[in-house]
């Protein structure tokens, strides 16, 4: 017996990466519905070798539906999903509206599986930020042996995560460099992305720091512990997909690199590549697809007392997103309804 599974946002690219995953891992649907906008109806999403149109979101009645998974914005999110969760559907939201909500667990299923036990105040989960997802992948099982004191992270995040549009900007604006005449001004952009880096995510706030630097301080002492003092530096960089990061721990504890190195081989959802050698090392093109977050580089920082450095990747458009949200979706199957 499996489930009826609803996908709001289904012809973007994380609904569709979900629709993708779904398939991929066999996750046991009974019937599944793929929601959208009226422009986008009857738009046609590929679910395994099956075919799906797309139903309108407006109109469409969630009681009876086990899970729902949003893949829209904020707005959209906050329209939709307090009915759907108030039908007795659960929502999985990719959005940052609940992120912050005290009665809305924030999961990763490979750092905090426990807390998916509180979404029964709303009925809703949120999904975290690209950018942070697969930082705490990395940090929760150091964390576990020798307690992190603070984290100085920086990012070298993909257009993908700014959507379809920023995607598309970076592919005209590289085209535009070379074909005169057809240069393309930025329009999602503050500043041309094509061969040039942004440091700039989200708007900026009081503080200088900026939205998506101030989500990954917020969502990592959320998910993995209050206590961690928390940094970010978050650059767009033109890749289209997948994100890096460098970050900088210090432990209470001293932490040998190779003792690291081991514990984040043995830890979920993490595959470590790190050769001291040419090529020794993922990069954001080779993790496009994966399921992994990709460790390199783990080295000690010999400028502070219990210090690691290492480079993370991940397909942000998987663990980033789609993926974490399934594994949310199979989580839930597990501990709560158990009909898979």
């Not at 999403?45 to 009681?63: I, P």
């Not at 906050?78 to 667990?105: F, M, Q, T």
């Not at 190195?261 to 979920?268: G, Q, V």
Request: glycine share 8%; aromatic share 8%.
């Amino acid at each position: 017996m499996g489930y009826r599974i609803v996908v709001v946002g289904a012809t973007g690219n994380v609904g569709r990466e979900m629709l993708n995953i779904l398939a991929e891992r066999q996750f046991p649907v009974d019937e599944i519905a793929v929601l959208a906008s009226r422009r986008s109806l009857g738009t046609e999403c590929g679910f395994g070798e099956r075919t799906l149109k797309t139903e309108d979101l407006d109109t469409f009645d969630f009681t009876g539906w086990d899970m729902a998974l949003f893949a829209v914005g904020s707005e959209a999110t906050k329209k939709y999903a307090p009915g759907a969760a108030k039908a007795g559907c659960v929502v999985i939201d990719n959005s940052s509206l609940y992120r912050y909500h005290p009665d809305v667990p924030l999961i990763v299923p490979e750092v905090n599986p426990d807390a998916i036990m509180g979404y029964s105040k709303k009925n809703i989960i949120a999904n975290p930020n690209c950018s942070t997802a697969q930082m705490v992948v990395a940090l929760k099982p150091l964390h576990d042996r020798a307690r992190i004191k603070r984290v100085v992270v920086s990012t070298y995040q993909s257009v993908s995560g700014g959507g379809k549009d920023a995607m598309d900007e970076l592919w005209n604006q590289t085209k535009g460099v070379y074909v005169p005449g057809q240069e393309v001004t930025p329009s999602k952009f503050t500043k041309q992305i094509a061969f040039n880096v942004i440091p700039h995510i989200d708007s900026f706030m009081e503080d200088g720091q900026t939205k998506e630097e101030w989500k990954m301080v917020a969502e990592t002492k959320k998910i993995v512990d209050p206590a961690i003092k928390v940094t970010a530096t978050c650059v767009r960089v033109p890749v289209f997909v997948g994100h890096s990061e460098a970050i900088n721990i210090e432990f209470e504890d001293h932490l040998d690199e190779d003792e690291a190195r081991d514990i984040l081989r043995e830890a979920p959802g993490i595959l470590v590549v790190d050769k001291r050698e040419d090529g020794g090392y993922t990069t954001p093109a080779e993790c496009v697809g994966e399921y992994a977050t990709f460790i390199s580089r783990i080295r000690q920082d010999p400028t502070i007392d219990n210090g690691i450095n290492l480079w993370c990747v991940s397909d942000n458009l998987r663990k980033g997103a789609a993926l974490n949200a399934v594994q949310i979706a199979e989580l839930l199957g597990r501990r709560v309804l158990k009909k898979g």
